[in-house]
């Protein structure tokens, strides 16, 4: 080894051991920037604004929390939605999110630096998911010597769209702070697991905690840790170091995730919960049986161990099926149970399949989230059966299950993303390390002893590991391989830089479009709509909209509402969705039972906007119907024919229905006689629109997008609103009138 | 499936069959008349001691003129007729598949209700023995079930137009139908539906289950290594992540179809869309996936322990190709599912 070989100084340069840990650093927070960096597409391109639904009541329930403290904030009632029940909104979220983010303005608080609330919960799903880059680096170090597989981990997950879908700037959702908690949370029990430390298990468990105060999502490690430990005593490897790491993480954690209000006594309840108790049990039962080995002769502890296994299952099976019937256990919950029947919310709960979120998965969308990441997925599950360490039969474990849910749930692609990362960090690097380096085998004969680091083939290895390592001989090969795959390493930066920008950058509540000239044309019809809400109506108007405007209203608005997007309440939902599925006349007494003022309708005809309510239409007369199956049929928004139409053919009870009179009216008057089309749905449209009676149009956006009707009073003659409008218009009822005698000149 | 223009169309070539058929009406006419002048009460014993002269009576098999008689008015008894078309002529996959749970539940109601207190017949009108029913009633499709609510009596609706049932969400379980007939049966006793144990599953599932321990039982010393083997568990592994990430759950819930036609005489094997697809388009994604990982394999832990130089280039250059070749022909179809897809690699731009 020469000292002038240009290759070995620059090789060298690296070597030391904090030279190397400097580097490491800097390239970590290289790559958190550029996680963070990644997801500003949508400030910069529209400006600092909360995105889509679900965030606009997150980020009305923290400025709540911080005008409000803590304490008030635990105890809320909030009497403006789901008018006019009112929801206890302090027992009923997850307040984790807010909770961080109010924490966070109250820190730069108390360091002078004056923010906006607005700012911390625009940017808090950016600065997570560098935090979520780094416990990527985390657990992949935990699972293979090699320090350049932490490294890809990282920057896979910082810029993976599997990831970034749910976590760019405005984005205020769960998910932006739970992703890094579940990664976090999955790197201190493998952490715990291979030292059998109850440190670390404690930690696990204060983690666990936090997760469940942020997201639903949580159930995921509630089932995930215990089969993690079920299949590892399957393969006989029940050691003391399982023993605590577990029953530290569940004591501690179910404890802690019943802190929460919201989750309160369900660890304990609901069989999604039960798989964790059992392993629980199951472990103490295999704890006593190891000490009781160590304690008695082998022959006598043969028949202990019969007598005991069959008592245990005895009075186990017992126990569940008295729990279960006298109903201390709850059956499996709604939403859960559509992850394993999948036929099943379809039939029973239409709310849950209303949402776009809980539909399959198709493949584009897995590439679309994970492209290259894909196929090297099942490259680094195989690479970690050759060793199958403890650690590694967790990834294995969560590589299956993962896919699964993606599979049934597309929303589900956030909880595969991290494991998807992880796997192809390991298998990148892997490939990486054996042909990037600049040592090859001298010559064939000699390499029998040569390999220095070949990982020595157990008998229990795979088939394909079974031979010596040699590496790689021609330098050729291996510059070909570095080459194409730093090509698709591009590529794959490439792909995630555009399907941020193109795909998941959208707040959706401010749309953009391209004039034919090229430039950007910026449509902000909700942002109007819900401005001259705010601007013209009375504080306590009651808006009346279909569930997924709840949100919206209540933040951007500031008015109360009759559904919103937390959808405790079906019947709540039904009752607007049979009002909106109802004719005029059957709806008006169903708004003032409701104290409704306005009502909101989004149409998107004007401008092919395709997530207008007529489109969504067909799911409130389903979940209507699903309570007043006499009252609402979906079969008579049917044609003859089977097809749902909103032209001239239209069903009677489709063009009398709410939605569709608020949709169309006055809708022909924008076009020429007889030349009406809807643009969304491509159809022409009767040459004399729908009428109105019991409500007047207040208000409709520039494009026609949000539409806003008053609800009238009641008539002031006391005549019903149809005759009054028909009076109104001129038409005059055929009444018989008196004939009266000629007048007469009265002289006094 | 439902759709029965066959059924219309047929009525045109079994002209002959409809004229023997008009035949026997017009024979039966005399007897017919004579049942519909029965006073009401008498016809509902007639039919319930029908439907309950044996356990497996219900839902009567009816003829034109049983079912001309039963909704005859004046009536102080409910009908239930399930108009179907069981022949095989028709195809009606739905009929068949609803024929026993609507047997199920006509046979539950009428042995809970032996005395007739309900007051109800269950019937069933194929349309073999009603085309003029069918026809009356200006049917396109089949199964549809109609309720005829009582005109006299305690119970009498207003006004008397039968109730139909239409099997919009395919064919439904005994006990939806149940609790539509429930509620149209208001202050009246609601059998409910019994399910006969299912011996027959049982037995098999109980020989099945032995047959299995006891195969386990004397295999074991060849079962275990395969258990213990650890390529079997990577290989079920790498295999089952496979098809869940090609969109094989996909293909369950939604029941898509293997391929389908392009409209001109060919196959199409790639559904247009980015939210849709095909079985076969999700095999060959599979199959495209499965070919890269097994490459990413061979380079990463095969190929470094081939100890001849040539065999280890050979080996190297074969698997390379594939994997550039390959990875290429994914992005290509990736471009056509999602037209708006810039990114492309050679040889397939």
Same mark, same amino acid.
């Given at each position: ?70 304490? =008030? ?35 730069? +608080? ?55 879908? +749910? ?158 019937? !006298? ?14 029947? $999948? ?212 933040? !951007?608005?500031?008015? *109360?509402?009759?559904?919103? =997007? ?183 | ?9 047929? %009525? ?106 309900? +007051? ?14 069918? !026809?009356?009633?200006? %049917? ?48 009246? *006793?609601? *059998? ?12 098999? $599932? ?30 079920? $592994? ?112």
């Amino acid at each position: 080894m020469s000292a002038a070989d240009p290759l070995q100084v620059i090789a060298s340069a690296g070597k030391g051991e904090s030279t190397r840990s400097v580097l490491r650093v800097i390239i970590l927070a290289l790559i958190a920037g550029a996680a963070v960096s990644s997801r500003l597409f949508s400030v910069i391109r529209f400006e600092s604004i909360i995105h889509e639904f679900d965030p606009w009541f997150n980020f009305r329930a923290t400025k709540y929390l911080v005008a409000n403290g803590f304490y =008030n904030f635990w105890d809320w009632f909030d009497d403006r939605t789901w008018h006019p029940l009112g929801r206890v909104t302090g027992g009923t979220l997850y307040p984790g999110l807010m909770v961080t983010s109010g924490v966070i303005y109250h820190a730069l +608080r108390a360091l002078t630096i004056p923010v906006d609330i607005r700012n911390i919960c625009v940017l808090l799903a950016p600065g997570f998911s560098g935090l979520t880059a780094i416990a990527a680096y985390l657990l992949t170090n935990e699972m293979t010597p090699s320090p350049s597989a932490g490294l890809l981990a990282a920057l896979f997950m910082g810029i993976a769209p599997g990831y970034i879908s +749910r976590s760019v700037a405005g984005s205020y959702d769960n998910e932006a702070i739970a992703i890094f908690l579940l990664v976090f949370t999955f790197y201190l029990w493998i952490k715990a697991l291979k030292q059998g430390s109850m440190l670390w298990g404690a930690l696990c468990a204060l983690f666990y905690g936090y997760m469940v105060a942020s997201w639903g999502g949580y159930a995921f490690i509630t089932c995930l840790l215990p089969l993690h430990s079920f299949v590892l005593i399957c393969m006989g490897r029940y050691s003391t170091r399982l023993y605590v790491a577990y029953t530290t993480w569940y004591a501690l954690g179910t404890l802690a995730s019943m802190q929460i209000p919201f989750v309160g006594f369900l660890p304990v309840k609901t069989s999604e919960h039960m798989p964790a108790l059992g392993i629980f049990g199951f472990l103490q039962l295999l704890a006593f049986l190891d000490y009781v080995r160590s304690a008695i002769p082998s022959r006598q502890f043969q028949t202990f161990l019969w007598l005991f296994a069959g008592t245990a299952f005895g009075v186990g099976l017992l126990g569940l099926v008295i729990a279960t019937s !006298m109903g201390f256990i709850a059956p499996w919950s709604g939403r859960f149970y559509s992850l394993w029947d $999948t036929g099943y919310a379809k039939i029973h709960i239409p709310i849950i399949a209303s949402v776009s979120e809980h539909q399959p998965t198709a493949w584009p969308a897995f590439f679309f989230d994970l492209q290259m990441l894909i196929w090297l997925f099942p490259v680094g599950v195989y690479l970690l059966f050759q060793e199958l360490a403890d650690e590694h039969v967790f990834i294995v474990v969560y590589a299956l299950f993962g896919s699964y849910f993606a599979g049934v749930m597309v929303r589900l692609m956030l909880t595969l993303t991290p494991v998807v990362c992880v796997a192809a960090a390991i298998a990148m690097s892997n490939l990486l390390d054996t042909y990037l380096t600049t040592k090859s085998p001298a010559a064939p004969d000699a390499l029998s002893d040569k390999d220095a680091d070949g990982k020595k083939a157990g008998k229990a290895g795979l088939k394909s590991t079974s031979k010596p390592v040699v590496g790689i001989y021609a330098s050729w090969a291996k510059s070909v391989i570095v080459s194409s795959f730093a090509v698709y390493l591009l590529l794959f930066v490439l792909h995630c830089t555009w399907v941020t920008s193109n795909a998941y950058s959208s707040p959706s509540v401010v749309l953009a479009s391209r004039l034919p000239d090229g430039s950007q044309h910026i449509i902000d019809d909700y942002r109007e709509a819900y401005q001259w809400l705010r601007q013209n109506t009375r504080e306590d108007a009651k808006i009346m909209s279909w569930w997924d405007y709840g949100y919206q209203i209540g933040g !951007m608005a500031d008015r *109360p509402t009759l559904v919103d =997007n937390n959808t405790w309440n079906n019947t709540h939902i039904a009752t607007v969705g049979k009002a909106m599925a109802s004719s005029e006349e059957a709806s008006y007494p169903i708004m003032r039972q409701h104290e409704v003022d306005y009502v909101l309708v989004v149409f998107g005809g004007l401008l092919g906007y395709s997530g207008d309510d007529i489109n969504k239409f067909l799911w409130m007369v389903r979940i209507a119907e699903g309570i007043w199956p006499d009252e609402v049929k979906e079969r008579a928004f049917f044609t003859p024919r089977g097809e749902y139409r909103v032209d001239g053919e239209a069903t009677e009870t489709m063009k009398n229905s709410l939605m569709y009179k608020m949709s169309y009216y006055n809708y022909q008057n924008l076009f020429p006689p007889g030349q009406a089309v809807d643009r969304m749905r491509g159809v022409r449209l009767p040459e004399v629109g729908p009428q109105l009676s019991h409500l007047e149009e207040a208000f409709t956006s520039e494009n026609w997008i949000i539409r806003i009707y008053k609800v009238k009073d009641l008539d002031n003659l006391g005549r019903d609103h149809a005759s009054a409008v028909a009076f109104d218009r001129g038409i005059k009822k055929k009444k018989p009138v008196k004939k009266k005698g000629p007048r007469v000149l009265r002289v006094e | 499936m439902r759709l029965l223009p066959t059924l219309l169309s047929l %009525l045109g070539c079994l002209s002959t069959t409809t004229l023997a058929a008009g035949a026997g009406a017009s024979g039966n006419s005399k007897s017919s008349t004579n049942l519909r002048k029965l006073p009401p009460t008498e016809r509902f014993n007639l039919y319930h001691g029908k439907a309950t002269a044996s356990s497996s009576a219900a839902p009567l098999k009816l003829l034109e003129t049983d079912y001309r008689a039963l909704v005859a008015t004046p009536r102080d008894y409910s009908v239930a007729v399930l108009l179907t078309a069981m022949d095989s002529r028709y195809g009606c996959q739905l009929c068949r598949e609803f024929q026993p749970e609507w047997e199920l539940l006509a046979r539950s109601w009428t042995n809970g209700d032996r005395k007739g207190e309900g +007051r109800v017949v269950f019937g069933t009108l194929d349309f073999n023995d009603g085309r003029d029913v069918f !026809m009356g009633f200006g %049917l396109q499709t089949a199964p549809v079930l109609f309720f005829f609510p009582p005109t006299i009596g305690p119970h009498a609706v207003v006004p008397p137009e039968p109730l139909r049932y239409d099997f919009t969400g395919g064919a439904q379980a005994a006990e939806v139908v149940h609790h539509w007939l429930a509620r149209q049966l208001p202050d009246r *006793p609601h *059998p409910p539906v019994k399910r006969p144990i299912n011996w027959m599953r049982w037995i098999s $599932t109980f020989v099945i289950l032995s047959g299995g321990a006891t195969a386990s039982y004397v295999a074991w010393p060849w079962v275990l290594p395969v258990v213990r083997n650890r390529t079997v568990w990577a290989a079920v $592994t790498l295999i089952a992540i496979l098809l869940f990430t090609s969109g094989h759950m996909f293909n369950r819930i939604r029941q898509v179809p293997y391929v389908a036609g392009d409209g001109r005489g060919g196959i199409s094997y790639f559904a247009k869309g980015f939210q849709t697809q095909y079985g076969l388009e999700t095999q060959i994604v599979a199959a495209i996936y499965g070919v890269l990982t097994l490459s990413g394999i061979t380079l990463a832990i095969k190929v470094p322990r081939i100890a001849d130089p040539k065999s280890q280039t050979v080996a190297f250059l074969a698997w390379w190709g594939i994997l550039f070749v390959v990875y290429s022909l994914l992005i290509s179809i990736f471009r056509t599912k999602s037209p708006g897809y810039g990114f492309a690699l050679p040889p397939f731009m």
